[in-house]
C-alpha cells in the first residue's frame, strides 16, 4: 500500500453543510497495522452531533463513523492476529496510550492520557487527524481490530462496536446473570441492545419508557416486562426491584423516579447522557438503600472482544436498516425524529460503486 493512498469518503465540511463525497488520505502500513475494507458501517446519534458540531470540539473536514465491518486487505509485518480476507470489527478507539493504568488495566477507553477516537482525533505518531468509517477503507493498529465470529450477520453486527458494548459494558461491571434484576430506560439504538443482552445473560428484564406503544417491540426483542414511567402505579408497583438500570437516555432528564425501583445496593447507569442533572439528584434514596447512580462508557479492547464473541454465540445482532451512503443526509433527519428502528447502518458497496 503506497503512501497517502487517496480513497472515497463521505465528509462533513461545515457545521451547517450537508455531508458530501470527499476524498481522503489513508497512511501506508506501519508494522502493527491492518488495511480494512469498509463493508458496511453504522450510524451513532454521535455522528450527527460531531457533525453538526453540537459538543463543540469538531474540526473539519469531518468522516464520521465508528461501527465498522469489514474485510481485511493487508497487514503489516508484524502483525499475525489477521490475514487477508479475515472479516473483522473498528470500534469507537483505534489507539490509547497503552501504559497508563486504566490501559493496563484493558480499559483504553478511560486512558488516562486520552484514547484516540476512530475520527476527529489525532494520531498519536503522524499527528494526523483521524477520519471514520464512511469511507471505503481504513487502516488501524491490530491492538484496537476485533475479530468478527463466523455467521454473524455483518450489517447487523455493526453497531455492536458502539451501541452494543456500551450497554454490554456496565452489564458485565455490575455482574449481571441469570437470575438479575434489569431495567432499560429508553428504546433506541442502546436501549435494544440493552435488552437483547440481559437476556441473553439470563436476566429478567424490564424496559422503561413513555411510549405505550411500544410494548410489543420490547416484548419481541426479550423484554420481559414493560412500565409506563409516566405512571404513578406502575413506577410505585416496580419498587425496590432492580439490581442494575441502564438509562440510555441521550438528553437531558428527570433521573430521580427511577432511584426508588432500586433495589438495596442497585446501582443506575447513565450511558447515554452526557452533562449536568436537572432537576438535581435527590440523595435521600441513595443513602436510605445503599443505592448508586453511575456512569459508563463504551469498553475497552478485550471486553468488547467479548462481547462481539457472545453475540456469536447467541446469534445476537442489531435490528438494522440498511441504506446508500448516498441517503446519509435523509437518514441524519430521520435519526433526530427517532425515525429508525433500531440503527441505520450504511453499505459501503453503494460508494465504491458511486450509485
Known amino acids: 500500500m503506497s503512501t497517502n493512498t487517496q480513497v472515497k469518503s463521505y465528509a462533513a465540511l461545515s457545521p451547517t453543510a450537508p455531508l458530501a463525497p470527499y476524498r481522503i488520505n489513508r497512511r501506508e502500513l506501519r508494522a502493527d497495522d491492518v488495511s480494512i475494507e469498509i463493508l458496511y458501517c453504522g450510524v451513532c446519534h454521535s455522528d450527527l ?3 453538526r458540531n453540537d ?3 469538531a474540526e473539519y473536514p469531518l468522516v464520521p463513523g465508528h461501527e465498522i465491518i469489514g474485510k481485511v ?3 503489516g509485518r508484524g502483525v499475525t492476529r489477521f490475514k487477508a480476507g479475515d472479516h473483522v470489527g473498528v470500534g469507537c478507539m483505534v489507539d490509547s496510550c497503552q501504559h497508563c493504568k486504566p490501559c493496563q488495566q484493558g480499559h483504553e477507553q478511560y486512558c488516562e492520557n486520552l484514547a484516540t477516537y476512530t475520527y476527529g482525533g489525532t494520531d498519536r505518531h503522524d499527528g494526523s487527524r483521524t477520519m471514520g468509517g464512511y469511507s471505503e477503507r481504513i487502516v488501524v493498529s491490530d491492538k484496537f481490530v476485533l475479530k468478527l465470529p463466523d455467521g454473524l450477520d455483518l450489517a447487523g453486527a455493526a453497531p455492536l462496536l458502539c451501541a452494543g458494548i456500551t450497554t454490554w459494558s456496565p452489564l458485565r461491571h455490575w455482574k449481571v446473570r441469570e ?6 430506560v429508553g428504546l433506541g439504538g442502546l436501549g435494544h441492545m440493552g435488552i437483547k443482552l440481559a437476556k441473553g445473560l439470563g436476566a429478567h428484564v424490564t424496559l422503561f419508557t413513555r411510549s405505550p406503544g411500544k410494548e410489543e417491540d420490547a416484548r419481541r426483542l426479550g423484554a420481559d416486562r414493560i412500565v409506563l414511567s409516566t405512571d404513578a402505579a406502575q413506577m410505585q408497583a416496580a419498587h425496590g426491584e432492580f439490581d442494575l438500570i441502564i438509562d440510555t437516555v441521550p438528553y437531558i ?3 430521580n423516579p427511577y432511584v426508588p425501583t432500586l433495589a438495596i445496593n442497585g446501582t443506575l447507569v447513565l450511558v447515554g447522557y452526557l ?5 438535581v439528584l435527590n440523595s435521600v434514596p441513595l443513602i436510605m438503600g445503599r443505592k448508586a447512580v453511575a456512569g459508563s462508557l463504551i469498553g475497552g479492547v478485550a471486553e468488547t472482544q467479548e462481547m462481539l464473541d457472545f453475540c456469536g454465540a447467541h446469534g445476537i445482532t442489531s435490528d438494522v436498516e440498511v441504506i446508500r451512503m448516498q441517503d446519509i443526509n435523509a437518514a441524519y433527519e430521520r435519526l433526530l425524529k427517532s425515525d429508525v428502528k433500531y440503527r441505520f447502518v450504511i453499505d459501503m458497496a453503494s460508494l465504491r460503486e458511486g450509485r
Open 49 to 51: 452531533h460531531n457533525a
Open 179 to 184: 437470575g438479575s434484576r434489569v431495567a432499560v
Open 253 to 255: 432528564h428527570d433521573v
Open 73 to 75: 486487505l493487508s497487514v
Open 275 to 279: 452533562g449536568g442533572l436537572e432537576p
Open 55 to 57: 459538543w463543540g470540539r
